[in-house]
Each structure stands twice: as structure tokens, then as C-alpha cells.
């Protein structure tokens, strides 16, 4: 019986995970977030699964190690959240690679067409009555640039998206895509020359705090912020200051970087003590939702099967096709043939 911990667990989780659920995996589901303090739960466990805002630190790996957890199968696609490095030779680490980009790209364009055909206030105004079409004013998508900063998977889907509106698409990536129907070009003309400006890449040292004063100051007045990836790609301060100088149009936000304590709970009762946060639900021009992007039956779905799949390849046969693995020369992206785990 291959014994599993749970945390973070909504009651969506369990409800995908059940349903396809093997008989010899026995899955304990926690609604507290891993972390120093919970990871006493997983005593007796064989593997923890753990979601976005879970902590998988140096110390919380070596006391799951010590408690004799041989996996960490995270239920996303970042890995930000995990000392990869604490972990190797201790903890194998899984993910799921892609469980619905299109999910996440569909979210985005939900909140660029809510923003600016300002859907989210007539809907307020006409719940009480309301009919009167002043300071509605919105404009087309048809012409404009976007701006596209990460072309995987979730990227791409995007991407497709916008060119179905007929809009004018710019991308950068690090590791671009043999794709000659995308444009590629370098982040300063990316920041310049957009209109809108979508995030769809992972969270890395390198590219934490991505939109900042520095680069806002390249954008355009009136250039629009989309992010749906990872909170830290945006520094909030700046973001906020930006938005009251009026120098960006707008910001439709479904990630922040300090969300661990506030998003998939009801806080509705509680006076919120994030006073960055406040200041940015306050603003006419932002939109918030709580990391929701990825929320589709289909989705579910997929990151049932999929971590479910992770966690009985490795126990039966050792193989490890979605290893977060730091060991390869391309860190983050196992390189090593065939699907064996590395050495």
C-alpha cells in the first residue's frame, strides 16, 4: 500500500482525486499547508503531494527524509516552491508538466476582455438596476500588440488565442521556439512596443521581479499587465505605483507574491492586514482572482492522473518522467534518457 499525505486540500482536490484513486494508494488529506510545523503529518507517509503555496524548504526536506518520505509529487507545474537542491539524493520531486494550458491561456483572455470591455462593472451596475453605458468605453483587441513573455505550452495556447482576435504578437523566451509564425525579440522591444503584456513563464532567480519601476518605465502609457503565471514575476509595489502615476492602464492579476495566506480562503470576514493588496483590489483599472486560472474540470482531471501516474510509475517500476530533477545539466528540465530516474 503506497501511503500518501495531502496538503493544502480543497475539497475539489479530493473529490478528482477519488475518483480515480488506486486501490493499494491510501491518500490522507490535509486542508493545512505544508510547512515546518505540519510536516509532522506525514509520518508514516511514503510520499506528500503539495500544491503552489506549500513550503518544501531545506528544513522541511530533511525532516521528511528523517520521517522516511521518499516523494515529493507537486500537483503543478511550478517548482519555485521547492528547495530542489536540499532535495537531491533524498526526495525524489515529480510535477505536472502541463495539465491544461489551454485552462490558463483562456483565464488570461477572460481577464484582458473583462478589463477592457469593462465587464466586471456592468455587471455591478445592472444588479442594481442600473443601465446607463457612461465610463464603459472599452476598445478592440483587433490590431493591437501583445506582448507574450514565456512561449511554452500555456504561452503558445495563448498565443493562438490572440491571433484568432487578430492581434499583432510579440514573444520573448529565454530558450525561443523554432516557430515562424512568432515573432521573437528582445525584452526592451518586447516592454516598448506592447500594448499588452501577458506572463506565462516559470519563477527563477533570474527573472523574480520581472516588472519593476525599471522596466515599467520602458512600457508604454497605458499598457496593459496580465499575469497569470507566477506572483513574484511582479514586484507589487511597483505594479501599484505604476497604476497611480497612470502610467499602466491596467492589471489583471490571477497570482501575487504574498498570496500563501490570503488566496483559496474566505478571508471575507477578516480585515485584510495586506495593505499592498488592499490598495490594489481599491483601483477602478485591476482585476484580482484568487489563482483560479488553472480551475476546469479538465484540469482536475489532468492533474489527477497525472500525479497519480507519477507516483505509481516511480513505486513499480523506478521510472520518473516528470522528475524535477537537479542533477542535469539543464536544471529544472530533466535531460536524461530514456525515463529512469537520475543517479
Do not use: W
Not at 75 to 88: E, K
Not at 152 to 163: E, L, P, V
Not at 209 to 225: A, C, E, S, T
Amino acid at each position: 500500500m503506497i501511503k500518501v499525505a495531502m496538503f493544502d486540500t480543497k475539497p475539489y482536490d479530493k473529490e478528482s482525486f477519488e475518483k480515480i484513486r488506486p486501490d493499494d494508494m491510501e491518500i490522507t488529506y490535509f486542508p493545512v499547508k505544508l510547512n515546518k510545523d505540519s510536516v509532522m503529518l506525514a509520518d508514516g507517509k511514503d510520499v506528500v503531494c503539495t500544491f503552489v503555496n506549500d513550503k518544501v524548504d531545506k528544513e522541511v526536506i530533511e525532516k521528511l527524509s528523517k520521517l522516511g518520505v521518499q516523494m515529493v509529487a507537486l500537483r503543478c507545474a511550478g517548482f519555485d516552491s521547492v528547495d530542489v537542491s536540499a532535495a537531491h539524493n533524498k526526495i525524489k520531486i515529480t510535477r505536472v508538466p502541463a495539465y491544461s494550458p489551454e485552462a490558463v491561456a483562456e483565464h488570461a483572455m477572460a481577464l484582458l476582455l473583462t478589463s477592457t470591455r469593462r465587464i466586471h462593472k456592468a455587471y455591478n451596475r445592472t444588479r442594481e438596476f442600473n443601465f446607463s453605458l457612461n465610463d464603459l468605453v472599452g476598445f478592440n483587441l483587433k490590431g493591437k500588440t501583445v506582448g507574450v513573455v514565456g512561449t511554452g505550452k500555456i504561452g503558445k495556447a495563448f498565443i493562438n488565442i490572440c491571433k484568432g482576435f487578430g492581434m499583432k504578437i510579440l514573444a520573448f523566451d529565454k530558450f525561443p521556439a523554432s516557430d515562424p509564425e512568432v515573432e521573437y525579440v528582445s525584452m526592451d522591444e518586447l516592454l516598448s512596443k506592447s500594448d499588452i503584456i501577458s506572463l506565462h513563464c516559470p519563477l527563477t532567480d533570474e527573472n523574480r521581479h520581472l516588472i519593476n519601476k525599471k522596466n515599467i518605465d520602458k512600457m508604454k502609457k497605458g499598457v496593459i499587465i496580465i499575469n497569470t503565471s507566477r506572483g513574484g514575476l511582479i514586484d507589487a509595489e511597483d505594479l501599484l505605483d505604476g497604476i497611480k502615476s497612470r502610467h499602466i492602464g491596467a492589471a489583471c492579476i490571477d497570482v501575487y507574491e504574498e498570496e500563501g495566506d490570503l488566496f483559496f480562503n474566505d478571508k471575507s470576514g477578516h480585515i485584510l492586514d495586506d495593505d499592498i493588496m488592499a490598495r490594489l483590489l481599491s483601483m477602478p483599472n485591476v482585476i484580482v482572482t484568487s489563482h483560479q486560472a488553472f480551475l476546469t474540470d479538465e484540469a482536475l482531471e489532468n492533474i489527477a492522473e497525472t500525479t497519480i501516474s507519477n507516483i505509481k510509475l516511480y513505486f513499480e517500476s523506478g521510472e520518473l518522467p516528470n522528475e524535477v530533477c537537479y542533477h542535469c545539466e539543464n536544471f529544472g528540465e530533466c535531460s536524461k534518457s530514456g525515463k529512469r530516474k537520475c543517479k
